[in-house]
């Protein structure tokens, strides 16, 4: 790997130091203290699980064939990548042994933890027949959450291959830090195991993110800027966008905390 590469990837990390330490620090964290507060926080970021995998599969329709009659995309490397990172995002093994998405996994915890999943089962239903923004409002999905996957979908609305790599790598869950697992045990300790499901989530999804699927990323970022210094541009203004959409999500769902 070149050092012009490297310096690349660097370049992006500089750029987004700031969001990154605001995202590690962010109030949100401190901010959680018992299952009321916590259902708040899942009843939106259930919103952004599903964002992401939106993502995830937006690079992957433009990296691979998933059409039939099937044709090859000429994008070998780049394919292979998202195609290992897919695997795992939507058909990953619970902690009972069942392969499921890392989504319907969330899904499961929320259950556990006595938080009301309506809003997001009547989204995935009327996002089969309207679009993003109107299933939303229809579905009566919490402010934060709307806010949050429509600035996603605006972003990712005719986004390049290159951006959108760039959106799933520097915008994802590795930025939420130990600390507020710790905060989650302690809660659950409490709660007679209501949050083990939750717990497993958090350890095997970010756990995926830290070791294997951030190099990966990485690489598919490299692999379609290439030598290209406006795809280079455009993919630090697109990490630079979402961690910024993140910050205000995280305001939001903590000023919604507050509130109640």
Same mark, same amino acid.
């Given at each position: 790997?070149?050092?012009?590469? @490297?310096?690349?990837? =660097? @370049? ?20 959680? @203290? ?79 933890? #006595? ?7 009547? !989204? ?43 959106? !799933? &790598? ?20 409490? =709660?007679?195991?209501? =949050? ?10 970010? #756990? =995926?993110?830290?070791?294997?699927? &951030? ?46």
């Amino acid at each position: 790997m070149s050092w012009f590469l @490297k310096n690349d990837i =660097l @370049k992006i990390l500089d750029a987004t130091q700031e969001e990154r330490e605001n995202l590690q620090n962010h109030k949100i964290y401190n901010s959680i @203290k018992n299952i009321d507060q916590l259902q708040v926080f899942m009843s939106n970021h259930v919103f952004a699980v599903w964002d992401f995998m939106s993502i995830l599969k937006s690079l992957q329709n433009q990296l691979t064939c998933v059409d039939v009659p099937w044709i090859p995309s000429g994008k070998g490397t780049p394919a292979r990548l998202v195609n290992e990172i897919v695997i795992e995002e939507e058909s990953d093994m619970d902690r009972h042994g069942q392969h499921m998405s890392h989504f319907e996994m969330y899904c499961h915890a929320m259950i556990q933890a #006595g938080t009301d999943i309506n809003p997001i089962n009547q !989204f995935l239903h009327n996002i089969k027949s309207s679009n993003v923004m109107e299933a939303l409002i229809i579905s009566n999905a919490p402010q934060a959450a709307s806010n949050f996957v429509n600035n996603t979908f605006q972003i990712l609305d005719g986004a390049p291959s290159h951006v959108v790599a760039s959106m !799933f &790598t520097f915008g994802r869950e590795e930025v939420i830090p130990d600390m507020f697992r710790k905060i989650i045990r302690e809660i659950d300790s409490s =709660l007679q195991g209501k =949050l083990k499901s939750f717990i497993y989530y958090l350890d095997r999804h970010i #756990g =995926l993110d830290e070791n294997e699927h &951030t190099p990966l990323a990485l690489r598919m970022v490299k692999e379609l800027c290439s030598d290209d210094e406006k795809k280079w541009t455009e993919a630090t203004n697109a990490a630079k966008a979402c961690m910024k959409s993140r910050i205000k999500f995280w305001d939001e769902i903590s000023d919604e905390i507050h509130k109640n």
